[in-house]
């Protein structure tokens, strides 16, 4: 590919060797109704099952794909985060490998963007899932739209197109804990969400395990609020009003009443109450010195083994 593509499709893929010649079926049809030049960044993040000789046969043999290989599995996010530094075209749209989001909608999230948005991002309005995840995600987006310090739209996840501009400005951001669509909102431009059915996947199974997601959503509420430590500050301030409270009250009973009341009981319950509290606080404390401990490295967020473009080999 000698010419400048018009359109890149990030794909991180970390063992989906079972729905990897679907997905690139899929995009193969997809960029002959494209027109214009498209890329298709397959970024191999430490895969296991094979999936990584599938991606270098595919990119060797099609100039239309660009491959990444990563040293090892860095996540998701980070992946995704590879893929974004190494865009070339005016019109980035990320699409996961296990087709959950239809990359089929690239056309409805590019009739928006000539309309002049500068971002255009999926909502998911019916999800596959369980009924409990169901509900923990809807829980946890709506906790996260209320706390942030900016407003996020609810049940959209990373799939979304947005411009090159967008993508520089997300790009200049190098957190450790990456939530991207948190940093696509947080960079601000015009932006628009579109409702979509997200499908069940294709094949195999997910690579976000529970840990994962707890993961990711903690880094979504640690990056973008710090209504943690604001709400410490204020059980800590509760705290010494009750217990001012609490002092005057037994005060007043030994000297108006000539009652002192034995309070063990009482006394045991609030030593367990604040030692938990003080527990709690340094945990969140903690969580916050351990984001500053990883940032202050200054790690690169990835590394690479190689990459394929136009169908040769580029070792690092």
Known sequence: MDEKPSFSFIIPIHNEVEVFNQL????????????????????????????????????????????????????????????????????????????????????????????????????????????????????????????????MPKDAGDFAMFNAAVARAINRNREEGRYLRGLRSWVGFKQMGIPYERDKRAAGEPSYTLKKLLTLALDGIMNFTTLPIKLLTAMGLSCIFLSIIYLFITLLRKYLYGDVPSGFTALLFMIILFGGFQLFSLGIIGEYIQRIFFQVKKRPLYLIKKTIKNSKIYYE
Do not use: W
Not at 86 to 107: C, H, K, R, S, T
């Open 24 to 151: 690139i079926d899929r995009l193969m049809m997809l960029d002959s109704k494209i027109e214009g030049i498209c890329e298709f960044i397959l970024i191999d993040d430490g895969s296991t099952d094979g999936s990584d000789q599938l991606i270098e046969n595919v990119s060797l043999n099609n100039p239309l794909f660009k491959a990444i290989f990563l040293t090892r599995n860095f996540g998701h996010q980070k992946a995704l985060s590879a893929g974004l530094d190494n865009v070339e075209g005016e019109y980035i749209m990320m699409v996961d490998a296990d087709l959950q989001d239809p990359p089929e909608m690239f056309f409805e999230f590019y009739a928006k963007m000539k309309e002049g948005y500068d971002v255009v991002y999926g909502i998911r309005k019916k999800r596959k899932e369980g009924f409990l995840k169901r509900l923990a995600y809807k829980g946890y987006y709506q906790l996260l739209n209320r706390i942030s310090n900016f407003k």
